[in-house]
T-cell receptor, first 117, second 114 residues
Framework: GAGVSQSPSNKVTEKGKDVELRCDPI?????LYWYRQSLGQGLEFLIY????????KSGLPSDRFSAERTGGSVSTLTIQRTQQEDSAVYLC???????????????FGPGTRLTVL | QQQVKQSPQSLIVQKGGISIINCAYE??????FPWYQQFPGKGPALLIA?????SEKKEGRFTISFNKSAKQFSLHIMDSQPGDSATYFC?????????????FGQGTTLQVKP
């Protein structure tokens, strides 16, 4: 079946511009996560959705970052007034069930590589 | 605050050798420890995972060893193959939490030479 898809695969933008990154999770997966992978670093948690609500936004680095999820499916991560330090690969993952969500496998998309000039 | 520390940063192993990657965690509330494998241009994929009620879990050539008292766990890849060349991430989470967010180590780039 189809896995997690993300678009665009690459995004180059100028400092100060806004960007939107999209994630299409696996159909039926209720949990959705955004992570950021900076060069040479591990993955950094950004936000968690269960359905359309975001009970954990603790990883968002600043108020320039926001995310939403609609219809319990597609999610968009928006970065306003991008800065060079925002350059990274943004990864989305989905997971099948809220039951024992902490033990469920997370299925990752290929990521969006964001470059801020 | 780095809650999961991973070493080494990079590793070169000959084909057929054993690859060992180590991780240490700080938060004793963590109770789920997965390892993810990532190939260039791809997202990470779950390789193997362990809960602290066992000290070892083996799946094929991959084994996790877990030491709860030392707050350490490691991945052993037996009979390493060139196809195992990838970046490996350890992670930890509170399985009992209502989010399941993973705290990742910094990653280890493994190169298996033929």
């Amino acid at each position: 079946g189809a896995g997690v898809s993300q678009s665009p695969s690459n995004k180059v933008t100028e400092k100060g511009k806004d960007v939107e990154l999209r994630c299409d999770p696996i159909s039926g997966h209720t949990a959705l996560y955004w992570y950021r992978q900076s060069l040479g670093q591990g993955l950094e948690f950004l936000i968690y959705f269960q359905g359309n609500s975001a009970p954990d936004k603790s990883g968002l680095p600043s108020d320039r970052f926001s995310a939403e999820r609609t219809g319990g499916s597609v999610s968009t991560l928006t970065i306003q007034r991008t800065q060079q330090e925002d350059s990274a690969v943004y990864l989305c993952a989905s997971s099948p069930s809220p039951t024992s969500v902490g033990y469920n496998e997370q299925f990752f998309g290929p990521g969006t590589r964001l470059t801020v000039l | 605050q780095q809650q999961v520390k991973q070493s080494p940063q990079s590793l070169i192993v000959q084909k057929g050798g054993i690859s060992i990657i180590n991780c240490a965690y700080e938060n004793t509330a963590f109770d789920y420890f997965p390892w993810y494998q990532q190939f260039p241009g791809k997202g990470p994929a779950l390789l193997i995972a362990i809960r602290p009620d066992v000290s070892e879990k083996k799946e094929g050539r991959f084994t996790i060893s877990f030491n709860k008292s030392a707050k350490q766990f490691s991945l052993h890849i037996m009979d390493s193959q060139p196809g195992d060349s990838a970046t490996y991430f350890c992670a930890a989470s509170r399985g009992s939490s209502n989010t399941g967010k993973l705290i990742f180590g910094q990653g280890t780039t493994l190169q298996v030479k033929p």
